[in-house]
């Protein structure tokens, strides 16, 4: 074939088919949407055509209303579109209950899973597992355990899933248990269930009872993953073992796990609480033998063992700079508040102006104390107009000064100029 005509084949402006661009909205969504508030929205959606109580129509007044927290309508109104007839599905209760949880109200999560669900559509995996996550976030575990019987009369049967989110809620000494009836009704554990068991019970303190449960794991076919050997190793370094926790991390893959960033973090963290820098850096550079790139946590330890061990507050500034240049990672707004902060406690706050300005250049913003040191060190090194910079820059954001900052940059800026007085008075005005 020339390659002209092969050209021309490959070229998906000549094919036949061209996919179908998505259907624009609905006029009357964008006409709920775009009502001031969730109680417009509400009335008309009951004063418009029975047609349009369809479910797009109906989840998005639903879901308003759940967002502005006024929960007491929503179950008049879904009485009302259920005299409609309106065919809601299963996925708008599910996200209802979650709000519901989220806004600490389990009754009302258990009073919409039992009496609304039914009234339009049969209980889904989705709705289910809603309410099991809502009433263990809220401290109601019996509750959520009691349902997992019941499953089978709602048309639901329980998963690993179902299981999962019970394990979350349970004490490390309930947890066995749960297992043990999520083995008897014949569900297979996940990695995931194996991982809160272990991570359970390092948080014990038994790390022998962890590495059980990864034998357990394998027995019952279960690889284990990054993060079972992540936690296992955090509970040996939480027991003073750390020269056992590096050696699991080294022996993962010849158990058939790959070694992940999350892993040297763990012992990463570990060297740095003992300042040890030298392994710290050590890690790093094996992360990059191993093709594996550090992320920003893996910096922020490194950058915050320099500051907290002898101030080397110039040192984490130019791991700042490594990360960007050598391995191509972004600071995020945790990397820049560990630098500042470093530099505030050393006293270096010319090197802090400069982290400062970098962090308000890529989007980010210290926290209030940061800016009240800031601009406090300023101040008494004489640095009346850097001092004023920080703390346009602090009001700007909505953050406080405290009366001692405010004393120390008052009195440098009494020995400035005019300038300097004129700043001071907008700023307290405006604060």
Same mark, same amino acid.
């Given at each position: ?195 809160? =068991?272990?991570? !359970?019970?390092?948080?014990? &303190? #038994? @790390? +022998? %009872?962890?590495?059980? /449960?990864?034998?357990? $794991?394998?027995? *019952? ?45 763990? =012992?990463?963290? !570990?060297?740095?609480?003992? &300042? #040890? @820098? +030298? %392994?710290?850096?050590? /890690?790093?550079?094996? $992360?990059?033998? *191993? ?48 630098? !500042? ?11 802090? /102006? ?55 940059? !008052? ?11 004129? /700043? ?8």
């Amino acid at each position: 074939m020339p390659a002209a005509a092969a050209t021309h084949r490959r070229d998906p402006s000549k094919l036949l088919y061209k996919p179908r661009p998505p259907p624009e909205p609905h006029p009357f969504l964008l006409h709920l949407k775009s009502l001031p508030s969730p109680v417009a929205a509400a009335a008309a959606l009951l004063s418009a055509p029975r047609r349009l109580h369809d479910h797009p129509f109906a989840s998005c007044v639903l879901y308003r209303l759940a967002r502005a927290r006024l929960f007491p309508l929503i179950l008049p109104l879904l009485s009302a579109l259920r005299a409609r007839r309106a065919p809601l599905r299963a996925t708008v209760f599910a996200a209802l209950i979650d709000r519901l949880g989220a806004a600490s109200r389990p009754d009302a999560a258990l009073l919409v899973f039992y009496r609304a669900v039914p009234a339009f559509c049969p209980h889904s995996n989705a709705t289910f597992h809603a309410l099991l996550h809502c009433l263990v976030c809220n401290g109601r575990v019996d509750a959520a355990r009691a349902i997992l019987p019941r499953a089978a009369k709602l048309g639901v049967r329980p998963n690993a899933v179902s299981y999962n989110i019970i394990l979350k809620g349970v004490c490390s000494r309930d947890a066995r248990a749960v297992l043990d009836e999520m083995l008897a009704r014949g569900v297979r554990p996940t990695a995931v269930t194996f991982n809160t =068991l272990v991570g !359970a019970a390092c948080q014990e &303190g #038994d @790390v +022998d %009872a962890a590495a059980r /449960l990864r034998e357990e $794991m394998v027995r *019952r076919g279960v690889a284990p993953n990054a993060v079972t050997y992540a936690l296992l190793m955090r509970g040996l370094c939480d027991a003073g073992r750390l020269e056992d926790a590096r050696k699991m991390m080294f022996d993962m893959e010849y158990q058939g796990c790959q070694t992940e960033v999350a892993n040297y973090g763990v =012992l990463m963290s !570990a060297y740095a609480g003992q &300042g #040890d @820098v +030298d %392994a710290v850096r050590g /890690l790093l550079s094996d $992360m990059r033998g *191993r093709k594996l790139k550090p992320d920003d946590a893996s910096y922020n330890v490194l950058i915050k063992c320099l500051c907290d061990n002898g101030g080397r507050v110039a040192e984490a500034h130019k791991a700042l700079v490594e990360m960007q240049l050598k391995d191509g990672t972004v600071p995020s707004a945790a990397t820049y508040r560990v630098l !500042a902060d470093g530099c505030c406690r050393a006293g270096n706050f010319e090197l802090g /102006l400069r982290v400062f300005n970098a962090m308000m250049a890529s989007g980010h913003r210290p926290l209030a104390h940061t800016f009240r040191h800031l601009a406090k060190g300023l101040g008494d090194d004489g640095k009346a107009d850097e001092a004023c910079f920080v703390l346009e820059k602090m009001v700007e954001s909505g953050a406080w000064m405290d009366a001692e900052g405010w004393r120390s940059l !008052a009195a440098c800026v009494c020995s400035g100029g005019a300038s300097e007085l004129k /700043l001071l008075d907008e700023l307290a005005l405006s604060s």
